[in-house]
């Protein structure tokens, strides 16, 4: 079938599942759990609350994922896809994309965070290395491919730091004073700690005569040290 069927209409009337075709129906579990997940955690997210969030049927779980841990795997996986665009963004806009993503991106109920969902695993280490994984593909690997000079894979690595940081302070943690900075105020300091990592001797540029220099947005150079040295 090439398109979902018709819903039943009535919202609250409706009296049998939602018929999807193959795709939409995984594609709405995966949706579902994710939600689930996020808000009960593992344990207290059940097949049947999940398929009712989906609004199908409960048999369906296993019949396109066979267990409920084979479906928080799918959660998982659709959680890293969202470093796909790394494989192919122009480097002069990944530090535009990583704002985006920490402050305009999906909620924890539409896309969950990989840290999140990998402490809500109930097998750490299996979720720690899938993680892994998704890591070494997207950055250690297709990413520090694409930049020029030394150590390129820790700079790569570094960038998934810095991206999961700050897409977990925004989700999770959420401090006052990074939740309500305005664009203006963010971007700045974010381009020049991305363009030190994107850049070969990032962190050394301006360094060669050994003064403080100034931060984004600033007139001049910091105070002066104690002592009167830099």
């Given at each position: 079938m090439d398109r979902p069927e018709e819903a039943k209409r009535g919202g609250a009337g409706r009296t049998s599942p939602r018929k999807y075709d193959a795709a939409g129906t995984q594609a709405a579990l995966v949706s579902a759990a994710a939600r689930c997940f996020g808000t009960c955690g593992y344990d207290g997210a059940s097949i049947r609350d999940i398929a009712r969030v989906a609004d199908v049927d409960a048999a369906l779980v296993y019949r396109y994922f066979g267990s409920k841990q084979r479906l928080f795997a799918a959660v998982v996986t659709r959680g890293t896809a969202v470093f796909e665009p790394l494989r192919h963004l122009p480097l002069e806009e990944v530090a535009?994309?990583?704002?985006?993503?920490?402050?305009?991106?999906?909620?924890?109920?539409e896309i969950p965070h990989p840290v999140l969902t990998m402490l809500r695993s109930p097998n750490r280490?299996?979720?720690?290395?899938?993680?892994?994984?998704?890591?070494?593909?997207?950055?250690?690997?297709?990413?520090?491919?694409?930049?020029?000079?030394?150590?390129?894979?820790?700079?790569?690595?570094?960038?998934?730091?810095?991206?999961?940081?700050?897409?977990?302070?925004?989700?999770?943690?959420?401090?006052?004073?990074l939740s309500s900075a305005p664009d203006t105020a963010v971007l700045p300091y974010l381009t020049a700690a991305v363009d030190s990592l994107l850049k070969p001797g990032g962190a050394e540029k301006g360094a060669g005569d050994g003064c403080c220099h100034g931060v984004p947005g600033s007139d001049g150079p910091p105070p002066a040290a104690p002592g009167g040295s830099c």
């Open positions: 535009k994309w990583v704002h985006q993503l920490a402050f305009e991106g999906p909620e924890e109920g280490e299996e979720a720690v290395g899938r993680m892994r994984a998704d890591v070494t593909a997207v950055f250690s690997e297709s990413f520090a491919g694409r930049l020029d000079g030394p150590d390129a894979e820790v700079r790569a690595e570094l960038l998934a730091a810095l991206v999961l940081g700050m897409t977990l302070m925004r989700l999770a943690v959420q401090p006052p004073a």
